[in-house]
């Protein structure tokens, strides 16, 4: 199951164009909605809002909290000033307990090739994310794929070679290659690195969009 983070929030008023006057106040715009709950105007803390995109990233589940009430989302898009690069404004999807999400996660690579390490071949990336869909309490932050498997020449590891237990339903086609041995004569690939976090859809706009919501 993924990791729950919190977050404060306070209600918002101010919305339009006026929005840049919270920014200057260290605060971010951002709009909680979801099927089965009417959209709520909110405000946090930018560097507060900062650490909790970082760490849970798209998959894991972040608690608003609100005050008199809480409420789980997961962080749908974040937008981004166009140059500086900062969040101008956040979109979370509420999360409804009996609902399945459908969202991409992580492949985690462990351990290491045999073939590899005896210097005889290098690894091929393919796919480093897989979309899955689950219900809320069931979501995963991450999927490991086990590389001491590969212990031959073009051994190959597939997407329906994951294991992702009965309460999460694969997407992504099975036919999806993850990591195959190939020798060290190929064209030289990307490196294969461990991926920890998914980050949400990030949208970056210019001075006079980010002000509209």
């Not at 909110?42 to 990233?57: D, K, M, N, S, T």
């Not at 459908?102 to 073939?115: A, D, K, L, Y």
């Not at 992504?172 to 290659?177: K, L």
């Amino acid at each position: 199951m993924a990791e729950t983070y919190t977050l404060e929030a306070q209600p918002r008023t101010i919305t339009g164009k006026k929005v840049s006057q919270l920014r200057t106040q260290g605060l971010v715009p951002a709009i909680i909605y979801g099927a089965k709950t009417d959209p709520v105007q909110v405000q946090i803390p930018y560097r507060a809002l900062e650490l909790a995109l970082r760490a849970a990233g798209g998959t894991h589940l972040i608690n608003i909290d609100l005050g008199k009430k809480n409420q789980i989302v997961i962080a749908r898009s974040v937008q981004r000033h166009i140059l500086k690069g900062t969040i101008t404004h956040v979109d979370f999807l509420a999360v409804d307990a009996t609902t399945k999400l459908r969202t991409e996660v992580p492949v985690h690579f462990i351990n290491e090739s045999p073939f590899v390490a005896r210097g005889q071949g290098v690894l091929l990336n393919g796919i480093t994310t897989i979309e899955v869909e689950a219900l809320p309490a069931d979501l995963i932050d991450h999927v490991d794929v086990d590389l001491s498997t590969l212990e031959n020449l073009n051994d190959t590891l597939f997407v329906r070679d994951l294991k992702l237990g009965s309460s999460v339903t694969l997407i992504t086609s099975e036919d999806e290659m993850i990591v195959r041995v190939t020798t060290q004569y190929v064209e030289e690939e990307a490196p294969i690195n461990e991926v920890t976090s998914t980050e949400p859809e990030v949208i970056k706009k210019g001075k006079d969009d980010e002000e509209e919501e």
